[in-house]
C-alpha cells in the first residue's frame, strides 16, 4: 500500500502581501485553514508545515499541527517541500505539495492527486482542468493561465504560458469553442525518490524560457501523469483575494 504524506509550504515574505500564512480568514490564520482542508484528505498525523518564519512555526504549533523549519535561500518551493521531507523523516513513498496560500483548498483533489500513483509509470503527478469556453479567448491567452497538453494515457506532454495547441486554420475567436484547452493547477506529488533527484537538476532551457518549472521534469525523462477536476481553487495573491476569501468564509459560514 502507497504511504504519502502532505507537505504545505509556507513563507513569510510575499511581495503584495506580507505574512500571508498567517492572515485572518475567518478567525484562523490562513495556513490553519489549509492544514485542516489537507488533513481531510491524508489525516492531520501525515500533514506537515514546511517554513522559514518562526512565526508561522509558532502559529502552527500553537492550533495543533505539525512544523518544520527550512532553509530562507530555496529557489522553488518544491526544494522546500525537498528539505522538508527529509527533515521529517517519514517512512514515505510519495510527497505531496500543498499550496499554502488556498485556504479552501478541496480534500479530493489531494485524492485524486495520491490516486494518480496506482500508475507505477508514474514519478510525479499534477492537476488539471478544462477551460471553459465561456471564459473567452483573452482569458485563455492570459500567461499567468498556464496550458498543458497531454498524451491519451494522460501523461503530460507539455505546459506553456502561450496557447497550446495553435489550430491552424481556425480563427482565434473560434479556438474555445473548437478545442478542449486545459489549465494547469499547480499542485504536485512526487515519489520520495523522484523529489531527491529532480532537486539536484539543472535548469533547463525550457525552463528558463517559460519560468516554469516543470518542464525541468519533462526534459529530464520523468514521466508527469495529469488528473482532470472540474473545481476551480481560490488562491490568495492579493488584497482582493482576501476579502473575497473572508466573504467566502461568511456566506458559507467557515
Not at 40 to 47: E, P, R, T, Y
Not at 70 to 86: C, F, K, L, P, V
Request: hydrophobic residues 40%.
Amino acid at each position: 500500500m502507497t504511504k504519502f504524506i502532505g507537505i504545505i509550504p509556507a513563507r513569510y515574505a510575499s511581495g503584495r502581501l506580507p505574512g500571508k500564512p498567517l492572515l485572518d480568514i475567518g478567525g484562523k490564520p490562513m495556513i490553519q485553514r489549509v492544514f485542516e482542508q489537507a488533513s481531510k484528505a491524508l489525516g492531520a498525523d501525515k500533514v506537515w508545515v514546511a517554513t522559514d518564519d518562526q512565526r508561522i512555526f509558532d502559529a502552527v504549533i500553537a492550533f495543533g499541527g505539525q512544523a518544520v523549519m527550512t532553509s530562507e535561500n530555496h529557489r522553488s518551493g518544491t526544494d522546500r517541500i525537498a528539505e522538508a521531507a527529509s527533515k521529517i523523516g517519514a517512512d514515505t513513498d510519495v510527497v505531496i505539495n500543498i499550496q499554502g496560500d488556498e485556504p479552501f483548498i478541496d480534500p479530493e483533489q489531494i485524492k485524486l492527486l495520491a490516486n494518480s500513483f496506482d500508475s507505477p509509470e508514474t514519478d510525479i503527478a499534477t492537476l488539471i482542468r478544462p477551460f471553459d469556453p465561456t471564459e473567452g479567448f483573452n482569458h485563455l491567452e492570459d500567461p499567468n493561465k498556464v496550458k498543458v497538453v497531454k498524451a491519451e494515457d494522460d501523461r503530460a506532454l507539455y505546459f506553456s504560458r502561450s496557447v497550446i495547441p495553435y489550430l491552424r486554420g481556425v480563427e482565434k475567436d473560434k479556438w474555445v469553442s473548437t478545442h478542449q484547452y486545459f489549465i494547469h493547477i499547480g499542485m504536485y506529488a512526487y515519489r520520495t525518490e523522484v523529489l531527491k533527484e529532480i532537486t539536484r537538476l539543472a535548469p533547463a532551457p525550457l525552463e528558463v524560457a517559460e519560468s516554469l518549472e516543470q518542464l525541468r521534469w519533462i526534459s529530464n525523462g520523468y514521466t508527469v501523469k495529469v488528473s482532470q477536476t472540474n473545481r476551480t481553487t481560490i488562491g490568495i495573491d492579493t488584497a482582493e483575494d482576501l476579502e473575497e476569501a473572508r466573504r467566502y468564509c461568511i456566506e458559507n459560514n467557515l
